[in-house]
């Protein structure tokens, strides 16, 4: 079984767990942002450069 008694270092290490977390969430919500601004942004250029 797992062992989590982490004694004294308990906040530490699961305020660690949470920063790395919220770290991770907030660089994935980022990217997937940026993705669609830079796909509108694509499409745009795409659609310009068709016209007559």
Do not use: C, N
Not at 19 to 45: C, E, F, G, P, Y
Request: glycine share 6%; no cysteine; aromatic share 10%.
């Amino acid at each position: 079984m797992i062992d989590l008694d982490m004694g004294k270092y308990v906040f530490y290490v699961w305020g660690s767990y949470g920063a790395t977390a919220v770290a991770l969430i907030s660089l994935t919500i980022a990217s997937v942002i940026a993705h669609r601004t830079q796909k509108r942004k694509l499409q745009a250029l795409l659609d310009e450069s068709r016209q007559p």
